[in-house]
T-cell receptor, first 114, second 120 residues
Framework: DVKVTQSSRYLVKRTGEKVFLECVQD?????MFWYRQDPGLGLRLIYF???????EKGDIPEGYSVSREKKERFSLILESASTNQTSMYLC?????????????FGPGTRLTVL | AQKVTQAQTEISVVEKEDVTLDCVYE???????LFWYKQPPSGELVFLIR??????QNEISGRYSWNFQKSTSSFNFTITASQVVDSAVYFC?????????????????FGKGITLSVRP
């Protein structure tokens, strides 16, 4: 059974803390994605990566960075967490190319920044 | 730029009613793919269907059916005889070609989602 796992389901952090959200996939997918989901705004792409050590900005990269040192792992980093980063964070992976690019999602991490 | 519009934000129906979720998209690509995902209360998005731009045949899978019409740029989703377990947020998405230095690739543009509540 294919799987995308995220390190935490719920996380509470304080303003100014450095936060790491980890995502691991076991499907040998080249592409990995980080989204945030907020009520009324749907899914918004933060960053994505199409290969190890490669990264591309999505629609809302400000305040975030990412790391992809290994193919199966894609980390989202909040250098200095702020209250407006309280959200649900979703990780996904997919094969490359235009066809067969269905994304597989993890269960999400609900982050609260106090 | 790509765009996916799900004009309905919340829909509430009684069990066994039929319900249609609308999706309208905008793209300049001639080759693209459309998707529907379901997000149940547990949170994990579940893939339902993928459709390519050259295949306008309607598709039926059990109680689910999809109507793809390029003339109106729509990809609507109908649930027949809805059940309480259908209660979820449903997202429509559109693939966008992205060609980095290493080769062709793509990413998805999602609509804002429709919250469907099915009451017993």
């Amino acid at each position: 059974d294919v799987k995308v796992t995220q390190s935490s389901r719920y996380l509470v952090k304080r303003t100014g803390e450095k936060v790491f959200l980890e995502c691991v996939q076991d499907m040998d997918h080249e592409n990995m994605f980080w989204y945030r989901q907020d009520p009324g705004l749907g899914l918004r792409l933060i960053y994505f990566s199409y290969d190890v050590k490669m990264k591309e900005k999505g629609d809302i990269p400000e305040g975030y960075s990412v790391s992809r040192e290994k193919k199966e792992r894609f980390s989202l980093i909040l250098e200095s967490a702020s209250t407006n980063q309280t959200s649900m964070y979703l990780c996904a992976s997919s094969l490359p190319g235009l066809a067969n690019n269905e994304q597989f999602f993890g269960p999400g991490t609900r982050l609260t920044v106090l | 730029a790509q765009k996916v519009t799900q004009a309905q934000t919340e829909i509430s129906v009684v069990e066994k009613e039929d319900v249609t979720l609308d999706c309208v998209y905008e793209t300049r690509d001639t080759t693209y793919y459309l998707f529907w995902y379901k997000q149940p209360p547990s949170g994990e998005l579940v893939f339902l269907i993928r459709r390519n731009s050259f295949d306008e045949q309607n598709e039926i899978s059990g109680r689910y059916s999809w109507n793809f019409q390029k003339s109106t740029s729509s990809f609507n989703f109908t649930i027949t005889a809805s059940q309480v377990v259908d209660s979820a947020v449903y997202f429509c998405a559109l693939s966008e070609a992205y060609v980095p230095l290493t080769g062709a690739n793509s990413k998805l543009t999602f609509g804002k989602g429709i919250t469907l509540s099915v009451r017993p």
